[in-house]
């Protein structure tokens, strides 16, 4: 079987959700090759050379795969297909955007999110934020498939493997790129964190993020945030941890003033330790954690950043 | 211009739901049903278009047995002005919800096709993706704000590192993020005088479609449940346990 992993990247860095997909690749079985679909984007397929696991990297470096449009991209992917059994990409942002379009002009239905693999045609995938966990077998000849990081680990980067250029120009020419508003961190991302602190509704407005901060430093930590938090405008969308947001597994999460809503603990609860700050008893976030606090977050925030 | 918006009929999102006993799949029996709120952020979208003179006409279509003309009269409520409910007692896979919905495309010939970015059921995040590709139209998933200019549409979407904004080429498909907007709740009059807008029904046969499934669902089970921990009585005990209890810090 040959399997085609496609590379999460910006043109400049190989993502590390991506060393997970090509680990659920492993766990179905067969050849795997990576794709790397960008513009200027020689830094990324020199990473992607060093994936343990996989065969070789292909490489489209072109113009039109600049910002992975999703037009653009879906009609790459496709005219690759025919070479394999299996398409895989990560769950994030851009794989969610263009690989349901892959699955439908190869008249198959996608198997989203999957976090075990049962066999090469049956997997295991969330549903109802995470409630349900449904087994679901792909009746498709062609599976098409965005792989949950968290649910698989890493593989190692000390391979090596050849890069193969291909020529393929996918333009659609109906969308085109206006403009980007990042994020600019220090700190580590959230999706690969070792550790998470959140902040919820409980932080009252987006100043008082800064008591995040210190903490974060000391821990290397990112910062995320709820819905509930986001929603009120108190700090960015990307920083929202949840169903609908991003899903984290870190070593360690502090959820600081987040009650837990079901939502927000669909994103989170696969962390290996949980950490609740709340002056609520009853918040259901304390039903999850390993460690639980009940105080003031004012107080226990500069507390807890002195004694780390 | 003509704006249509799928919409699915959903369990409540307040409603927590529970695994059949048998594994077979979740127990939905009795249990409250809703406007998926993503679709409901969609509708609301459509109708302040129409209401800001960009749209001429928002209609809603959903696909299932006769319980979704419930969730279709709601979004007549919230505006619009018309129903189309595609008829089917199966559970039927993304792409061929996907496929029905192209066949509304092509009879009604919308500008703007407006979806929620997933359905809090499945979680799968695909039929708006799948419309765009079998419609051949550009697609602005996980939208925040939706600027109609002239014949285009600059979508600006919640993507990992933050906003992206892209200008597509109408017509073309929207799916809606959470910031989109707030929808609206339906008043009494709007209640009653949806009953009596047009809602067609069309039996999902009609089409001429192979709708057979794609996936086979083997079994449903509850997720593993996480032991309740410890309350630590002070920031010093919590420290002591991360460090040498826990070691996730040193």
Known sequence: MSILVYAEHDNSTLKNETLKTVAAAQAIGGDITLLVAGFQCQSVVDAATKVNGIKQVL??????????????????????????????????????????????????????????????????????????????QSLD?????????????????????????????????????????????????????????????????????????????????????????????????????????KIVAPDLYIAVGISGAIQHLAGMKDSKVIVAINKDPEAPIFQVADYGIVADLFDALPELESKL | MKVLVPIKRVIDYNVKVRVKPDNSNVDLANTKMAINPFCEIAVEEAIRLKEAGVASEVIVVSIGDKSCQEQLRTGLALGADRAIQIDTDESLDSLNIAKLLQKIVEEEQPQLVILGKQAIDSDNNQ?????????????????????????????TREVDGGLQTLALNLPAIVTTDLRLNEPRYASLPNIMKAKRKPLDVKPASEFGLNLSARTKLLSVTPPATRQAGIVVESIDELVEKLKNEAKVIS
């Open chain 1, 59 to 136: 490489v489209a470096d072109n113009a039109a795969f600049e910002h992975q449009l999703a037009e653009n991209v879906s009609l790459l992917v496709t005219e690759l297909a025919s070479d394999y059994q299996h398409i895989l990409a990560t769950a994030l942002t851009t794989g969610k955007n263009f690989m349901p379009r892959v699955a439908a002009l190869l008249d198959v239905t996608q198997i989203s999110d999957i976090i075990a693999v049962e066999s090469a045609d049956t997997f295991v995938r969330p549903i109802y934020a995470g409630n349900a966990i449904a087994t679901v």
């Open chain 2, 127 to 155: 039929t708006g993706q799948m419309l765009a590709a079998l419609t051949g139209m550009p697609q602005g998933t996980f939208a925040s704000k939706v600027v109609v200019d002239d014949d285009k549409v600059n979508v």
């Open chain 1, 141 to 245: 000849e062609k599976k098409v498939i965005t792989v949950r990081t968290t649910g698989f680990d890493a593989v190692a980067t000390d391979g090596q493997c050849e890069a193969v250029a291909i020529s393929n120009s996918n333009d659609a020419g109906n969308s085109s790129h206006v403009s980007d508003e990042l994020t600019v961190s220090e700190r580590p991302d959230l999706g690969a964190a070792s550790v998470v602190i959140s902040g919820g509704r409980g932080m009252q407005n987006g100043e008082n993020f800064k008591l995040l901060e210190g903490i974060a430093d000391k821990l290397g930590a990112a910062i995320g945030a709820s819905r509930a938090a986001v929603d009120a405008g108190f700090v960015a969308n990307d920083m929202q941890v949840g169903q609908t947001g």
